[in-house]
């Protein structure tokens, strides 16, 4: 057996070292759980640890929207895996997963996407991925709520997304990096703005803005609007984990013609439409 000369290798640790070390870990998490269920509940990512600890055991919880879209495997759409460019891989709350960040660059790049539009900026770690991976000469345009137009909305976002909102710049993951000239910075609400110059140039679409019902339902209809091509491309996010999301697509599936193939990929919380594969 070959060995690092000079340097002996560590001793087995005995079991009673084994049940030491795990003292530390057996006592975090005990006071993490004792807190979680005494005082932690009382907020909304208390009650979402919960469920999710409630899911890891198999259960659902009943008063989610139900996941009616059939799902489908990256590799269905994507086809073998294309080279593709990864930024800004730490998520942060708000965030696409990791695994998402990497299927929606796959996404772009087999979809030969060169027109890209983002419902929905926040501190623009995707759209920084999306205009990366949309070719050299790809555009990206980004639609983000300013904090100050929070109030007076034409309808009420979600309490919780608020955070979301209230931020002092959009787009800060983006900024100075070599995407930037490519990508454009636009303000405003989505179911008030004027996305008329956007209609039909488009070639890819991600609906992440408000999460609550009638918003996804506006910014669907103005993402098939956007679309300038059959093949185009409507990629949605928390499909499955914002009711208002899994609600809306779930009734425009059922009664938009347009949206009926609409599917959601596998092991994300991404819904996928792509333009054309249904009946008018
Ligand atoms: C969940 S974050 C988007 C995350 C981002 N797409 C990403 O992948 O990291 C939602 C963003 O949508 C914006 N937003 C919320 N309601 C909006 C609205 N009505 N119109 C436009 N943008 C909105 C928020 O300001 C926030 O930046």
Same mark, same amino acid.
């Given at each position: ?9 560590? !001793? ?16 975090? =998490?005990? =006071? ?14 208390? !009650? ?36 593709i ?5 730490d998520?942060?709350? =708000? ?5 998402e ?42 639609l ?12 009420? /976002? ?36 004027d ?6 140039? /488009? ?37 499955? !984990? ?39």
């Amino acid at each position: 057996m070959l060995e690092l000369e000079g340097v002996a290798p560590p !001793r087995e640790r005995n079991k009673s070292a084994r049940v030491t070390g795990f003292a530390k870990p057996y006592l975090l =998490g005990l =006071g993490y759980s004792i807190a979680l269920f005494t005082v932690g509940w009382t907020t909304w990512r208390g !009650r979402a640890s919960i469920v999710d600890l409630c899911s890891k055991l198999g259960y659902r919880h009943d008063t989610r929207e139900p996941i009616e879209l059939p799902a489908v495997s990256m590799h269905s759409i994507t086809g073998d895996a294309s080279a593709i460019r990864v930024h800004e891989l730490d998520a942060v709350d =708000g965030n696409v997963s990791e695994k998402e960040l990497v299927v929606l660059n796959s996404l772009v790049v087999s979809s030969n996407a060169n027109s890209i539009f983002e419902l929905g900026t926040f501190d623009g770690r995707t759209t920084r991925n999306l205009a990366a991976n949309a070719g050299d000469h790809g555009r990206v345009f980004t639609l983000d709520l300013p904090r100050a137009s929070v109030i007076g909305l034409t309808a009420p /976002i979600h309490q919780h997304e608020e955070r979301y909102v209230d931020k002092d710049i959009s787009g800060a993951r983006y900024r100075g990096s070599s995407e930037e000239p490519r990508i454009t910075q636009l303000y405003g609400d989505s179911g008030t703005f004027d996305f008329s110059q956007y209609f039909g140039i /488009i070639d890819f679409v991600f609906v992440d803005a408000s999460h609550a019902y009638r918003y996804v339902v506006n910014d669907s209809l103005v993402a098939l609007k956007l679309l300038q091509r059959e093949g185009g491309v409507i990629v949605w996010h928390d499909y499955g !984990r914002w009711d208002g999301v899994t609600r809306a697509l779930n009734d425009l599936r059922v009664n938009h013609g347009k949206f009926a193939e609409l599917s959601y990929i596998e092991g994300t919380t991404l819904a996928f439409l792509r333009s054309g594969s249904s009946p008018q």
